[in-house]
Every structure is written in C-alpha cells, then in structure tokens.
C-alpha cells in the first residue's frame, strides 16, 4: 500500500532529533563556544549539520522509513477516532436497535472465523483481511440504514398524520366558508392550506423511507445468516469468499440510497469509510 509522504519538515526533523547527530551537534557547539575561536568553529559546525541533514533526507530509504512511521500513526489516530465515533452512534440507541447490531456483528465474527478455519487459519493482520474489510462494510450499512431508521421513526412519532390531516380539512373548510372581502385573509389560509399538505406529503416520504430502511435491514441480516449456515455446512473457501464478495457488493446501491435518504433528513456523518467494526472494543458503550 503506498503511504503519503511525511513532508520535507518531518524528514530534517526527525534527522535532526536523532539522538547521536544532538549529542554530537550539541557538543561540538558547546566545545567552540568555549574555544578561542568560536566565530570559526560555528559555522564549520553548521556547514556540517547541514550536509549531514541533507544527506539524511535524500536518502529514500530513511523517508520511507518516516513515510511508514507517518501512515501508521495517522491510521491509529483515525482507528481512536472511528473507535469513539463507533461508540457514540452505537451508544445512542435503544436497547433492540443495539441489541439487533451486536447479534448481526457476532454472525460476521462467526463467518470470518470460519473463513479463517477453512484456510488452515492463517489470518492476516486485523483489518487487512478481505473478508473482514467486506464484513466491516456490511456492518457499516447496517449500522447506517439503523441510524436513518431511528431518525424517521422519531420524526413520524413527532409528526401525527391524523393531526395535518384535520388541520387540512380546517383550513379548506375555513376557505370554502369565507365571505370576507379582505384577499390577505385568503392568501393566509391558502398559505396554511399549502404548509399543511407539504407536511402531509412529507410525513408520507418518511413513512415509504421507513419502510424501505425496515425491508432493506431484514434483507441485510438474511442473507448475512444465509451464508454463515451455508459456510458451516460446505465449508468451501472459495464459496463463502464468493458469497461474501457477492453481498459486499449488492452494498452499492443501498449505500447509495443511504445517502439520499440522509441528504433528506439531514444526517451528517464525519466518517466517509466503513471503521475497523470487527476489531472494535464495544464492551464499554453504554448499556
């Protein structure tokens, strides 16, 4: 994997930190200093250090090594990051929506463990493994589509159908029975009229998201529970490696929807890919 380039700045001064090049640099500064001819000694020792820095830094092995020290810190800060916000979403819901979560994340810990069996058990490094990268990103769906539904359900418990619905009927009866001759009493009914029946039709997209949101995680959890039953019993690696490719795939187009659907309520969510879900540590979300 080809890692970003640390910069020029990290390079001189990792070089430059290096513990022998400060004992030396250090040394040699305080010796001129108390020599008896320190303005000749000084910039010697600066012309040094600085061929000794640039040195240092175009040699391409040492910026790869800090290129690799660079990545791997930025991959843990952004795994701490994904951790907290994993924790967050998750800890944010109520008792059936985590409750569905975990008993869907222990059936893709079950599946990638037989994937690791059926191998002969030489995992990869966590995170790395196809198969986890796949069931990490179906989990992140999941984990979305329950997100928005929590969002919709709250917005139609808000929102009472039965309520816009008799105000639209008050307002066009207002309307039909008005004999004022002042037109601003019109237009203000007829605006009322017109917010109320927006919010009719609102309440009615909600209620079709919702709906799509409840079929499209049932499908997600039966099919996930299709295939670690079949896995178990063919115990095929190239089977369960297609299944699983098959599944993360059908994922497009509901993360696409995820999107829409999120554009409309207003969601915003900071992580753009799936977290390490697998590997994360949820013993401590509230409970």
């Known amino acids: 994997m080809a890692h970003l380039s640390a910069g020029l700045g990290a390079y001189l001064q990792r070089a430059f930190l290096y513990r022998w090049n400060l004992l030396v640099f250090l040394g040699a500064t305080a010796a001129a200093v108390m020599s008896p001819i320190p303005d000749v000694l000084l910039p010697l020792i600066a012309a040094g250090e600085l061929t000794y820095l640039a040195g240092l830094v175009a040699n391409p092995r ?11 810190a930025a991959t843990e800060q952004t795994t701490a990051t994904a951790q907290r916000s994993l924790e967050q979403i998750v800890g944010t819901f109520p008792f059936e929506f985590r409750q569905r979560f975990e008993q869907l994340r222990n059936r893709c810990l079950e599946m990638r463990d037989i994937a690791h069996g059926v191998r002969g058990r030489q995992q990869a490094p966590a995170g790395e493994d196809s198969h986890t990268q796949a069931l990490d990103r179906m989990l992140w769906v999941f984990l979305r589509l329950q997100t928005t539904q929590l969002y919709l359900q709250r917005f139609l418990e808000k929102a009472s159908e039965v309520e816009i619905r008799n105000r639209i009927r ?46 499209e995680l049932d499908r997600i959890e039966a099919k996930i529970q299709a295939i670690t039953e079949a896995a178990v019993n063919r115990q095929d690696p190239d089977f369960l490696t297609s299944q699983i490719d098959s599944v993360s795939q059908s994922m497009e187009s509901t993360e696409k929807a995820i999107d829409e659907l999120q554009q409309l309520t207003g969601i915003v969510e900071e992580m753009h890919t799936p977290p390490l879900i697998l590997e994360a540590d949820l013993s401590q979300v509230r409970r």
């Open 170 to 215: 008050e307002a066009e009866d207002r309307l039909a029975a008005l004999n004022s001759p002042d037109e601003r009493i019109k237009r203000s009914l007829e605006d009322s009229l017109l917010v109320q029946q927006q919010r009719l039709e609102n309440h009615e997209k909600a209620r079709q998201n919702l709906d799509y949101v409840r079929v």
């Open 62 to 72: 040492f910026r790869q090594a800090i290129d690799a020290e660079h990545h791997q």
